[in-house]
T-cell receptor, first 118, second 113 residues
Framework: GAVVSQHPSRVICKSGTSVKIECRSLDFQATTMFWYRQFPKQSLMLMATSNEGSKATYEQGVEKDKFLINHASLTLSTLTVTSAHPEDSSFYIC??????????????FGNGTRLTVT | GNSVTQMEGPVTLSEEAFLTINCTYTATGYPSLFWYVQYPGEGLQLLLKATKADDKGSNKGFEATYRKETTSFHLEKGSVQVSDSAVYFCALLFSGGYNKLIFGAGTRLAVHP
């Protein structure tokens, strides 16, 4: 089946530093990837839609300058949390849609990245 | 707008009990509906899906039927196992823009031996 690899799975960083999270589709190409944030025991909140070769589309209330998204190829999207603060600590999950399966096909999810900012 | 409402958890059951997790949706047009499962510390896995009214999605003993008249997509399983303990998310695929997936709040299921 389609596999999405997310790296790292856990990261601890100091306040004020930046952290980059990678999301790779291993056996399919993804024109579109999605980044979600999940707070403890809560649902997934869509942060932004990452589009290969163009700017990401951010959801209302998400700071684009803080959460930088780059989708440089059909198999890789990155999310960089800039100048991280403790309130950015969360579980970040990426997902990708197989470009060969149509726009209504299910999303494939990575295993998430647990970010802790100290 | 488009939204998904799930029954609140946690749901606690004994092994072999019958499971129902309610899910209702609000959407314009004809969305596709999904159930995803999240095991502790992991991402989400697609459990089943239905793309049109009266479709029944099924997988691993779980079933859900797309009911347009009641705008529902309730998840059921006849006999749960301890290994089914997880968080279950109902989701709606919003057909507009980049076809974004909108999730319900999630329902935690705990199955005891």
């Amino acid at each position: 089946g389609a596999v999405v690899s997310q790296h790292p799975s856990r990261v601890i960083c100091k306040s004020g530093t930046s952290v980059k999270i990678e999301c790779r589709s291993l056996d399919f190409q993804a024109t579109t990837m999605f980044w979600y944030r999940q707070f403890p025991k809560q649902s997934l909140m869509l942060m932004a839609t990452s589009n290969e070769g163009s700017k990401a589309t951010y959801e209302q209330g998400v700071e684009k300058d803080k959460f930088l998204i780059n989708h440089a190829s059909l198999t890789l999207s990155t999310l960089t949390v800039t100048s991280a603060h403790p309130e950015d600590s969360s579980f970040y999950i990426c997902s990708a849609r197989d470009r060969g399966q149509g726009t209504n096909s299910p999303l494939h999810f990575g295993n998430g990245t647990r970010l802790t900012v100290t | 707008g488009n939204s998904v409402t799930q029954m609140e958890g946690p749901v606690t059951l004994s092994e072999e009990a019958f499971l129902t997790i309610n899910c209702t949706y609000t959407a314009t047009g004809y969305p596709s509906l999904f159930w995803y499962v999240q095991y502790p510390g992991e991402g989400l896995q697609l459990l089943l899906k239905a793309t049109k009214a009266d479709d029944k999605g099924s997988n691993k003993g779980f079933e859900a039927t797309y009911r347009k008249e009641t705008t529902s997509f309730h998840l059921e399983k006849g006999s749960v196992q301890v290994s089914d303990s997880a968080v279950y998310f109902c989701a709606l695929l919003f057909s507009g823009g980049y076809n974004k997936l909108i999730f319900g709040a999630g329902t935690r299921l705990a199955v005891h031996p």
